[in-house]
């Protein structure tokens, strides 16, 4: 079962980029990397998900190194309205072999 | 299209009752997950429904049980509830039973007094 470790926390001013790193040291060959936020009183948001080497969308970039060891959610230019808990989540689907970790979260404080 | 639905918003039970939770699930998803969170233990993986079937298990003592319906709704139930299970208890659905994209619900939130 796959561990996470991530930052409890982070602060950032407006218009920076923030890259928030989780380690998964005992990642396994079918686990993939997800990366969710979650603002107080909600559910947890999907943002980005990948395998390996660097995913982009229009929100964030994911890069996940070779030996998957690691990776870093990336958020470009943040906002006020990205102070949110990031959780990094790491694991594979299949009926009686899901392994999901969920980190503790990393929350994420935009200062103006 | 709607999203996940979760019902109640906020629960009050006392020590040694049950509870049942219900969630609707995204229209077309067959995969319904649940999850806990504490602010001590963080977010925990409950079990996942795909198709009327409880296809995984995450580490949670069997007074944690739950359900899914032919409609996809699924429904939660705590037995002998102690103070330790108060929490926010979330639901997520996915299309396929993909874990990778879920869509989570506002969550309930269960206190037991």
């Known amino acids: 079962l796959a561990k996470t470790t991530q930052p409890i926390s982070m602060d950032s001013y407006e218009g920076q980029e923030v890259n928030i790193t989780c380690s998964h040291n005992?990642?396994?060959?079918?686990?993939?990397i997800t990366w969710y936020q979650q603002f107080p009183s909600q559910g947890p948001r999907f943002i980005i998900q990948?395998?390996?080497t660097k995913v982009t969308n229009e929100v964030a970039s994911l890069f996940i190194p070779a030996d998957r060891k690691s990776s870093t959610l990336s958020l470009p230019r943040v906002s006020l309205s990205d102070t949110a808990v990031y959780y990094c989540?790491?694991?594979?689907?299949?009926?009686?072999?899901?392994?999901?970790?969920f980190g503790k979260g990393t929350k994420l404080s935009v200062i103006p | 299209k709607a999203g996940v639905t979760q019902t109640p918003r906020y629960l009050i039970k006392t020590r040694g009752q049950q509870v049942t939770l219900s969630c609707s699930p995204i229209s077309g998803h067959r995969s319904v997950s649940w999850y806990q969170q504490t602010p001590g233990q963080g977010l925990q993986f409950l079990f996942e429904y795909f198709s009327e079937t409880q296809r995984n298990k995450g580490n949670f003592p069997g007074r944690f049980s739950g359900r899914q319906f032919s409609n996809s709704r699924s429904e939660m139930n705590v037995s002998t509830l102690e103070l330790g299970d108060s929490a926010l208890y979330l639901c997520?659905?996915?299309?396929?039973?993909?874990?990778?994209?879920?869509?989570f619900g506002p969550g309930t939130r269960l206190t037991v007094t």
């Open positions: 989540l790491v694991g594979s689907s299949g009926a009686g072999s899901y392994q999901l970790t």
């Open positions: 005992n990642i396994a060959t079918n686990d993939y």
């Open positions: 997520a659905s996915s299309s396929s039973g993909d874990f990778y994209e879920q869509y």
């Open positions: 990948g395998y390996k």
